[in-house]
Every structure is written in structure tokens, then in C-alpha cells.
């Protein structure tokens, strides 16, 4: 399983109002993303998921500031 397949799950099964949108060029990621609906995360898989992102968040911006000044130009 992929990680964008399980954070495509995970979305899915945070609410009705929740629908992941992700990008692909190819094909066969499409499948694969497309294919995160028939993921079925369970409590246990949520919880351990909660602890990682615990352990380890996301911090910090995502682009340098020499990226950020290339997007939307």
C-alpha cells in the first residue's frame, strides 16, 4: 500500500465532507489512487497513524523562499 493510497483512506474516513483530490500524470497512479476507496482503516490503523503524526509533525514551511518566489509567477 502507498502512502498516497492511505492518506487518500484516511481522508475518506474523516467525513462525508472529505475527497481527497490527488494529482497524477500516469495512469496507473490514478488506479492506485482510485483504489483508496477500498481501503478500511481500523481504529488500531488510526491510532497508530495519530502517533506518528505525534511523533513527528509537519513543521517548518513546505518551499524555500527562493521556491516560493518561482509559484504563481
Do not use: C, H
Amino acid at each position: 500500500m502507498f502512502a498516497n493510497t492511505i492518506g487518500a483512506g484516511l481522508g475518506a474516513r474523516s467525513g462525508n465532507d472529505i475527497i481527497p483530490i490527488p494529482g497524477t500524470k500516469k495512469r496507473k497512479y490514478l488506479e492506485e489512487n482510485v483504489g483508496a476507496i477500498e481501503v478500511q482503516l481500523s481504529d488500531s490503523d488510526l491510532n497508530a497513524i495519530e502517533e506518528i503524526l505525534r511523533k513527528y509533525p509537519n513543521v517548518g514551511a513546505r518551499y524555500s523562499d527562493g521556491a516560493m518566489a518561482l509559484v504563481n509567477n
